[in-house]
């Protein structure tokens, strides 16, 4: 007969090791690190394989340039209401295996589900991470239309996308207040990053006309003519007048990209968000607070000519 105490003394530092290992390998834990786990792709039957293969090619374009992370799911919808409602159940059986604790009901009964994308089409990004759930990851929803896959905008729109799972995967925690402090509720910085970055990286394509992005640059100024009188950006929220917020927050991107670097926007302001929080990050890298740089590009940047607002646009050839 062996030596109870040590067989005891074995199996609880067995049960630490495999408690160690369950902690470091759950769902979540490497969030916010490059992984090699690429995206998961779904359609519902009458998506094209051409469109599926699309949304690939530029998903990768965007994994190469901002770096791949995860976990990641494509979801995209056809116009067909029967096929998108399949696709639902299958999406929910998959949010079921990933996560044991989600009701189906309320998944098929959710508010924004793929039936709503076969009618009204466009594209969106789900980030669940929360204090409720235990699997973390994002989830993209393209669809046929607003833009559909033949239009040119569908390509820039994947990148927006994706730009938007990298805000979201270098914001670490996982309570909602936390999060939309250092993203920003309203969309003038969150959607103004992911726009401008989009078109930024669609523009240095090849085969991508020059002069495309100061032409899309252009188009978002006639968004200026909606700002009330003393309104700022940064106040707009999501809702009707939110498309002021995503053209005139993509110019600010570019505005404070032009007071310092392309890295610090992207890179090194990020890199810092969670420990200094978004002002403190902001400060750091952009060198004046978000209010002043605020007030500076509503009181004199974009009073600008047109011709000198253009001048911080890159000219890709």
């Known amino acids: 007969m062996g030596d109870f105490r040590s067989t005891e003394a ?7 090791f495999c408690f160690f290992i369950s902690i470091i ?69 998959i ?20 039936v709503s994308y076969a009618i009204r089409g466009n594209a969106g990004l ?9 699997w973390s990851g994002f989830i993209i929803t ?17 990148l927006h996308e994706y730009f938007h799972v990298y805000q979201h995967a ?17 969309p003038w910085w969150g959607e103004g990053g992911a726009e ?36 700022s950006i940064k106040d707009i929220p999501y809702g009707k007048r939110a498309r002021i917020a995503y053209d005139l927050g993509a110019w600010f991107i570019a505005f404070i990209i032009s007071k310092s670097s392309e890295e610090a926007y992207r890179v090194k302001f990020y890199k810092d968000l969670n420990s200094k929080g978004f002002e403190g990050s902001f400060v750091k890298h ?6 002043d740089l605020l007030d500076e590009f509503h009181n004199s940047f974009l009073k600008l000519s047109l011709e000198d607002k253009l001048k911080i646009i890159p000219s890709i050839n």
């Open 142 to 158: 393209m669809s046929a239309k607003f833009p559909g896959p033949k239009e040119e905008d569908y390509k820039s729109v994947v």
């Open 170 to 186: 270098h914001i670490h925690s996982r309570k909602r207040s936390v999060r939309e402090s250092l993203h920003q509720q309203n």
């Open 196 to 231: 401008y970055m989009a078109q930024l990286l669609y523009s240095r394509q090849k085969g991508v006309r020059a002069g495309y992005l100061k032409e899309r640059m252009e188009r978002k100024l006639r968004s200026i003519k909606d700002l009330r009188e003393g309104e």
């Open 25 to 93: 390998s759950a769902p979540g834990e490497q969030w916010g690190q490059i992984t090699e786990q690429k995206a998961e792709f779904f359609a519902a039957s009458d998506v094209a394989d051409s469109q599926i293969e699309l949304t690939k090619k530029w998903y990768e374009i965007a994994a190469k340039n901002w770096g791949n992370y995860g976990p990641l799911e494509f979801w995209i919808v056809g116009n067909n209401e029967a096929a998108a409602k399949t696709l639902d159940r299958k999406y929910c059986d």
């Open 10 to 16: 074995v199996r609880s530092v067995f049960v630490l």
């Open 286 to 291: 952009f060198g004046f607070s978000s209010k």
């Open 126 to 134: 789900n980030t669940r991470r929360n204090e409720n759930e235990k």
């Open 95 to 114: 949010r079921k295996q990933k996560d044991p604790s989600i009701p189906i009901r309320h998944c098929l009964n959710r508010g924004h589900n793929f």
